[in-house]
């Protein structure tokens, strides 16, 4: 009999072959239908000139402007993309197809992940690939992503973190960057439009980055996204921006640094625990998986602390033709290594717990050694005594993350009584 992981590859591949187009098939014809911008009738004999635009799905929308005394313009454009184009959503709402579904099922037999993150690599490569703009390929990204948090949706997966902008990408052409700056813009503004739908999900919006590297007016709409959403509890989505895991780990370090200024901490509560817990990705369980689009496989400074026991998948599919079948291969490369997953992860917490013991006693042993009185204590009174340390050492730590939430979260309101007041 065949196990589940057996079945979903089957289906996988039948999957492909059924919904793909072979290579030697021609695409199906383009029906534009057109859609006036104004009531007065158009020459259809007029010389018109044609400007592509980006739309949903892969597609392209030609704004038709006729050159007549009449100024008409006509959109010739699909009819199942012009709402995609205008009005693409951050939540997509829709059901999985049937095979889908008994794909979808099958895996839930096994081990899913409940965190996942992407390097939505490849837009610039797609874009090359149809010949169009740079900035279409990251317009049809974006809406790849939101396709992809349909799939996660329908999967039971209610985590999902996204590599957006890295702050190695502000060396890139400045036109590009500008482009990055208000597509990220116009999404966030469109993302506080649809407030009831991200209430009805349950949807948390996260923003992990140096904000202050952005322009102000994108730090406030991202500022109102994420104070808008930070109730929700049903699903979240970390949308790393401004982000690299080196400058994120260092600014966990000048975090603790402070608390110890502030009196908040001392220099022996510092330890690897107390460092993840600085991290942007604090209030996030670690990903359970990991996966990159085009081809490459390093991880470009991106949640290297979070990801050291995660199951890293690298895929050779472009962003934007990422596809559900992609999402299915890569969780079944995170069911296949499962076991030996959640082992390391396993004694890595056991060995993170006896070295915060280990340095507990020597910290108490120090103590001991300095305001006792030359006599040795019995077992019973150190053990007391490692026990009320680490109690204080405690409450001291979750004062300390206490104020530091406290003050990512003013920062976060300040920009909002800006964008108010604005």
Not at 21 to 45: C, E, F, G, S
Not at 115 to 127: K, L, S
Not at 161 to 181: H, P, Q, W
Not at 385 to 397: D, G, H, M, P
């Amino acid at each position: 009999m065949l196990s589940y992981r057996s079945v979903m590859l089957l289906l996988t591949v039948q999957a492909r072959f059924s919904s793909g187009t072979r290579k030697d098939q021609p695409p199906a014809p383009r029906i534009l239908t057109p859609i006036y911008l104004n009531k007065v009738p158009v020459n259809p004999h007029a010389e018109k000139s044609v400007q592509t635009v980006p739309g949903g799905s892969g597609r392209s929308f030609d704004y038709v402007t006729p050159s007549n005394k009449e100024g008409d313009v006509i959109l010739n454009c699909e009819l199942e993309g012009v709402s995609e184009f205008f009005n693409m959503s951050w939540i997509r709402e829709g059901e999985l197809n049937l095979i889908e579904k008994l794909s979808a099922n099958i895996l839930k037999a096994g081990p899913m992940p409940k965190h996942v993150a992407f390097i939505m690599d490849g837009n610039r490569r797609y874009a090359r690939k149809r010949h169009v703009e740079r900035q279409e390929g990251h317009t049809q990204g974006f809406d790849k992503l939101a396709e992809t948090l349909r799939w996660c949706l329908n999967l039971s997966i209610h985590e999902v973190t996204v590599y957006a902008f890295s702050i190695e990408n502000f060396k890139r052409s400045k036109d590009e960057v500008d482009g990055l700056m208000e597509l990220a813009k116009q999404k966030f503004i469109r993302l506080l439009q649809e407030q009831e739908n991200l209430e009805k999900h349950g949807v948390c919006i996260r923003v992990l980055g140096d904000l202050t590297l952005l322009p102000l007016d994108l730090q406030q709409h991202i500022a109102r996204a994420v104070v808008a959403t930070r109730t929700h509890n049903k699903c979240f989505l970390n949308v790393c921006f401004a982000y690299t895991s080196r400058h994120e780990i260092a600014n966990a370090v000048r975090e603790m640094a402070w608390g110890v200024e502030q009196g908040l901490i001392k220099s022996s509560d510092v330890s690897e625990a107390l460092l993840g817990h600085c991290l942007y990705s604090s209030n996030s369980p670690n990903p359970d998986l990991l996966i990159r689009t085009s081809g490459e496989v390093r991880l470009s400074d991106f949640l290297l602390w979070q990801t050291s026991h995660s199951c890293l998948v690298f895929q050779s599919v472009l962003w934007p033709e990422y596809s559900f079948w992609n999402l299915c291969d890569a969780i079944l490369q995170y069911q296949l290594n499962h076991r030996p997953l959640q082992k390391a992860r396993d004694q890595h917490r056991e060995g993170q717990a006896l070295q915060q013991h280990e340095a507990d006693r020597a910290c108490v042993a120090d103590l001991l050694q300095h305001h006792g009185n030359g006599k040795p204590l019995d077992a019973q009174r150190r053990q007391e005594a490692l026990l009320n340390y680490t109690a204080s050492r405690e409450e001291r730590v979750q004062d300390f993350l206490g104020a530091l939430q406290h003050k990512r979260d003013s920062f976060l309101t300040d920009l909002t009584s800006q964008a108010a007041l604005a």
